[in-house]
C-alpha cells in the first residue's frame, strides 16, 4: 500500500531481508571506517533488541490465550509432534557434536574464571526444579522477567477458563492479540536499523582478533552447527514432507538465522519466527504455542556448545573419553540444553554440569566458560541462529507433514 511519501514507498519495494543484508554491509563498514561511530551506532541495535524483547512477552501471552480462548471443539494445535521433533533435533546435535570431539580432539589455553561470577547448577535436579519453579511464578513477575515456561502455563490456564466467558469477552481479547501483533509488525520493520548498530558496535567493540587462539575451538563448533542446519535438519523435515526440504530450511535461516544471529536472543526473536509462521501459512494454534515453547527447550545449538566445550576439556586434561560415556554425555547435554534458558547464562553455566562426567573439577570447568565467553562473540550468535530458525522449521515441518497426511 502506497504511503503518500516516495522514500518510503521505494524503501517498502524493497523486501525486509534485502534490507537487513543492506544494514548488515553498512554497520561492517561504519565500524571499519570510523570505530567510535560505530559504537555510538549501538544504540540503534539496543533500543531495537530493547523493543523486541519488551513485546515478546506480551505478545505469547495474548496469543496463547486467544487462541484457545477461540479454540472450536474438535480441532487440534498439534503440539506433540513438534515437541518430539525438538528432542530428536537436540539429541542429533548432541551425538554430532561428541562425534566431532572424536574426529577432530581439541585442547585448548584455559583461562582465569574470575569475570565469570554466576553459580552453575549442581545437577541436573537443580536444572529441572528450576523449569518447575518457572511453571508456578507469578504470572506478572513472568511477563515481566521474560519466564516463557511461566508465561505459556498462565496463559493456557486463562485461555481454557475464557472459553466459557460471553461472546464479546472472546472477541476482545481476539482483537487485543490482533493489536499487539500489529505492534510487533511495526518493530519488526526497524530491523534493519537494528541490525545495522549492532553489527557496528560489535565490530568496532571487539573485533576478532581474541578469537584467533581459539580458532580450532570454535571451527568444531560452527562446523557441528552447520551441518545440522545444512544436512541433519533437512532429513529430519524429509521425514514429515517427503519433498525437497532446502527451500523451508534456507527460508527460515533467512528470515529468522540471520535477525537471531545479531539480536542473539531467542526471546528476541520470537516476533520474527511469529511473523514468518504467519508468512509461511502455518496454524495459528499451534505457532502461537510451539514458537515460545521451542525458545525455552528447542536447543540444539546449546546441545553442541555443551558437547563439544565439555570434550574439550577433557582431551585438555588428558582424560580417556569411552563410548558408553560419550552416550551418557549427549543425553545430559541434551536435558541440559533444554534446561539452559532457565538457568542465568545460559547453556555455557552447563558446561561444568557435563564435565562433572568426566571427574574434572568445578575450577577447571569454570575456565572453560571463561573461555566459552571468550569466543561467545560467534558462538552465542551462531547457536542463537540456528536454535531459533529450527523453531519455525519443525514447526512448519509438522504442520506441513499434517497436511500432507490429511490431504489438508
Known sequence: MASGNPVIDAVNRISLVQQIVVGLVLGMVLAWLSPSAGLAAGLLGSLFVGALKAV???LVFV????AIAQHQKGSEAH????ILLYAIGTFSAALCAVIAGFVFPTEIALVNAGNVDTTPPSGIVEVMK???MNLVSNPVGAIANANYIGILAWAIVLGFALRNASENTRIMVADFAEAVSKVVKWVIRFAPLGIFGLVSATIAETGFDALVGYARLLAVLLGCMLFIALVVNPVIVWTQIRRNPYPLVFTCLRESGVTAFFTRSSAANIPVNMALAKK???HEDTYSISIPLGATVNMAGAAITITVLSMAAAHTQGIHIDFATALLLSLVATVSATGASGVAGGSLLLIPLACSL???SN???????AVGFIIGVVQDSAETALNSSTDVLFTAAADYGRQRKTGA
Request: no cysteine.
Open 363 to 369: 575450577d577447571v570447568a569454570m575456565q572453560v566458560v
Open 358 to 360: 568426566f571427574g574434572i
Open 280 to 282: 509461511l501459512g502455518l
Open 79 to 82: 503440539i506433540k509432534p513438534i
Open 130 to 132: 528450576t523449569l518447575l
Open 63 to 66: 496469543l496463547v490465550t486467544a
Open 56 to 58: 515478546a512477552p506480551v
